[in-house]
C-alpha cells in the first residue's frame, strides 16, 4: 500500500508538470529514454550517420550504458534523478520533443498524454522472449487493480513497438495489449552488429587485448538468468571444481557474465585463475559472443543474439519446474531451445564434450526468431521515423 501511494504521488507530479510544458511548443527533437542503451544507441549512431536535423536529448536510467556527451546541441541527462531541476528539465524534453525512443517499461508513461504528433516507440530490450512478460506476467496478479490498469495505460503509449520477427509480433501484441497496426517490422537495431565485419573484428581485438592467454583456448561464456534467491547471496549452481577438475586439461576456459549484484563471480575468478574469468563489467554481451565458442545460459535473452553465429549452446535450467512456475514460457522451454536442456553439471560436462550440440536446429531458431534483423534495422527505423 505505502509503495502503491508513493508511486501515484510521484506519478501525479509528473503529470502536473508535464501538462505544464505541453503548453510549449514541440521542437524538432527525439527524446530517448534508456534502461539498457544498445537499441537506442544504434538508433542515435544512424541518426548522426544520416546527419538527421534533430536535436536529440538522452534520459539515462543509471544501467544504461549508452555512450553520449552533452554538448550543447545534444543533452544528456540522468532519468528520474532526486535532483529537482534535472527532473524538472527531463519532463520539459519529453513535453517537447516530437518523438520518444524508449527501451523498457516506464510508469510515467501512465500519467501523460502526448500530443497527436509525437511519436513514441518501444524498441524493447530483448531480440527474442522466453519468459512471459507485460500484460502476460503470471506475478501481475499479485498486484493491486490500479497498478494493472497502470500497466494498461503504459503499454497503450506506444504508438509503435519494433519487432525482429512475426513471432515477437505477436509476443508484443499480447504482452502491451496492441493491434497489429502498431507493430514495426524493422529488425533489432543492435543485432546490426552481426553484419558488420569491422565491428566483430574490433570486438575481438580488443577481448584479447584484455585476456591474450586466452586466443587459442576454447571459450565457454556462462551467462545466467539473475535469481534474486540465488545468485545475489554468492551461492552457484555450477559445481564449478568438477568442471575446473575436467576440463582445464581439455584447453577449456569460462568466461562468467553474471548480473551485476552478483559478487560470487570474483570470487570463483580467485578460485580457480587460469580457468575462470569474471567478464561481468567489461564488456557489452555482444561483443563477447564474438569470441566465445559454446554459449551455456537458461532463460535469458542471449541465445537470439548468439543464434547469428551458428555456435553451439547449453541450456542449464537446474530449476526448470519451479522457474516456469512462477515466471511463465511462451512456448514449451524444452523442445524450442536450440541445444540440449540439462539440469545437472554431470550432464552439462557430458555435453560439452559431446560432437553434437544440436547445430541443426540453430539456423530454424535464429529465422524465426530474427526474420527482420537482416543488417540494416538501425537504417529501417531511422527511414521510417525521420522520412
Known amino acids: 500500500m505505502?509503495?502503491?501511494?508513493?508511486?501515484?504521488?510521484?506519478?501525479?507530479c509528473f503529470k502536473i508538470l508535464f501538462s505544464i510544458f505541453k503548453l510549449f511548443p514541440l521542437?524538432?527533437?527525439?527524446?530517448?529514454?534508456?534502461?539498457?542503451?544498445?537499441?537506442?544507441?544504434?538508433?542515435?549512431?544512424?541518426?548522426?550517420?544520416?546527419e538527421i536535423p534533430v536535436q536529440k536529448v538522452f534520459l539515462k536510467k543509471p544501467s544504461s550504458h549508452i555512450i553520449a556527451e552533452g554538448d550543447g546541441q545534444t543533452i544528456v541527462l540522468p532519468f528520474e534523478s532526486k535532483n529537482i531541476t534535472v527532473m524538472i528539465r527531463s519532463i520539459y524534453h519529453l513535453a517537447t520533443s516530437k518523438w520518444i525512443i524508449i527501451d523498457n517499461y516506464y510508469g510515467f508513461l501512465s500519467a501523460v498524454s502526448f500530443k497527436k504528433q509525437v511519436k513514441c516507440v518501444q524498441v524493447w530490450h530483448a531480440a527474442g522472449a522466453v519468459k512471459q512478460f507485460g500484460a502476460k506476467d503470471p506475478s501481475i496478479k499479485n498486484r493491486?487493480?490500479?497498478?494493472?490498469?497502470?500497466?494498461?495505460?503504459?503499454?497503450?503509449?506506444?504508438?509503435?513497438?519494433?519487432?525482429?520477427?512475426?513471432r515477437m509480433a505477436e509476443i508484443y501484441q499480447e504482452s502491451?495489449?496492441?493491434?497489429?497496426?502498431?507493430?514495426?517490422?524493422?529488425?533489432?537495431?543492435?543485432?546490426d552488429f552481426f553484419f558488420d565485419g569491422d565491428s566483430k573484428r574490433t570486438a575481438r581485438d580488443v577481448f584479447l587485448a584484455k585476456f591474450p592467454e586466452l586466443e587459442h583456448k576454447k571459450i565457454i561464456l556462462y551467462a545466467p538468468t539473475f535469481r534474486n534467491d540465488g545468485l545475489d547471496d554468492g551461492k552457484n549452481a555450477l559445481d564449478m571444481e568438477l568442471l575446473?577438475?575436467?576440463l582445464q586439461a581439455e584447453n577449456y576456459v569460462i568466461l562468467l557474465k553474471l548480473h551485476p549484484a552478483v559478487k560470487a563471480d570474483h570470487d570463483?575468478?580467485?578460485?580457480?585463475?587460469?580457468?575462470?574469468?569474471?567478464?561481468?563489467?567489461?564488456?557489452h554481451v555482444n561483443h563477447l559472443l564474438i569470441s566465445t565458442d559454446l554459449l551455456i545460459t537458461d532463460y535469458s535473452s542471449i541465445p537470439f543474439e548468439f543464434s547469428f553465429l551458428n555456435r553451439p549452446m547449453i541450456f542449464f535450467a537446474y530449476d526448470l519446474?519451479?522457474?516456469?512456475?512462477?515466471?511463465?514460457?511462451?512456448?514449451?522451454y524444452t523442445s524450442s531451445m536450440p541445444g540440449p536442456v540439462v539440469s545437472t553439471t554431470k550432464a552439462l560436462l557430458k555435453e560439452i564434450r559431446s560432437a553434437d550440440h544440436s547445430l541443426m536446429k540453430i539456423a530454424p531458431f535464429n529465422q524465426k526468431w530474427n526474420q527482420y534483423s537482416t543488417g540494416n534495422s538501425s537504417r529501417n527505423i531511422v527511414d521510417y521515423l525521420f522520412k
Open 321 to 332: 519446474a519451479e522457474y516456469e512456475k512462477e515466471r511463465g514460457f511462451w512456448e514449451d
Open 268 to 283: 570463483l575468478q580467485s578460485q580457480y585463475p587460469g580457468f575462470v574469468y569474471s567478464v561481468t563489467g567489461d564488456f
Open 27 to 50: 521542437h524538432d527533437k527525439t527524446t530517448f529514454v534508456t534502461s539498457f542503451g544498445d537499441n537506442c544507441q544504434y538508433i542515435a549512431d544512424e541518426m548522426d550517420k544520416r
Open 2 to 12: 505505502a509503495k502503491e501511494l508513493a508511486i501515484e504521488t510521484y506519478l501525479l
Open 144 to 166: 493491486s487493480a490500479g497498478a494493472r490498469k497502470r500497466f494498461l495505460k503504459v503499454y497503450n503509449k506506444f504508438d509503435y513497438v519494433t519487432a525482429g520477427s512475426e
Open 244 to 246: 575446473y577438475k575436467e
Open 176 to 191: 502491451f495489449q496492441l493491434p497489429g497496426s502498431r507493430i514495426l517490422r524493422t529488425g533489432i537495431p543492435r543485432t
